[in-house]
Structure formats: structure tokens, C-alpha cells
């Protein structure tokens, strides 16, 4: 497969979320990630009605452990999509 695989921080609001949009519209996978799970559902929903792939991670760039949960994430969307 050669489907592009792609983390967005900060995607529930703002650039970030016009970010993933744009991307689901070209056909990417996406794993989004931000603080806030109401939202990242919503956003994964609106992604996923696209017909986009996506998933949410809850992250927190401030706190290092998130963003090793994140890298997790998308190490296991990568390896799931052939990369």
C-alpha cells in the first residue's frame, strides 16, 4: 500500500484541524491527537464520514510521556498499513 500515514498535533482546532481535513481529502490515514477526547471523537467521526481513516490519540505536548504514547500510535498505524 502507499497510502500516506499522518500524525497531527493540535488537530482539534485551528491549522491543525484544517490539517487533517485537508489531508483526508487526499486520501491519508490520519492519527490526530490533542487534550481534548469529546473533541478528538467528534473530529475522528467528521474525518471517518469523509471516508477518511483516522484515529485519536490523547496527547499533551507539554507532557513527554504523551508524546511517546503518540510516536506508539503512529509506529502501530504504519506497520498496519504496510510501511
Known sequence: M???VVL?????T???RATALAFAKEG???VVSGRR???GAKLVM?????GAEAEYVRA???IEEDMHN???WRTRTEAQNGR
Do not use: F, M
Open 2 to 4: 502507499n497510502t500516506k
Open 8 to 12: 497531527i498535533t493540535g488537530a482539534l
Open 14 to 16: 485551528g491549522i491543525g
Open 28 to 30: 491519508a490515514r490520519l
Open 37 to 39: 477526547d469529546e473533541a
Open 46 to 50: 467528521e474525518l471517518r464520514e469523509s
Open 60 to 62: 499533551d505536548v507539554r
Open 70 to 72: 503518540q510516536h506508539g
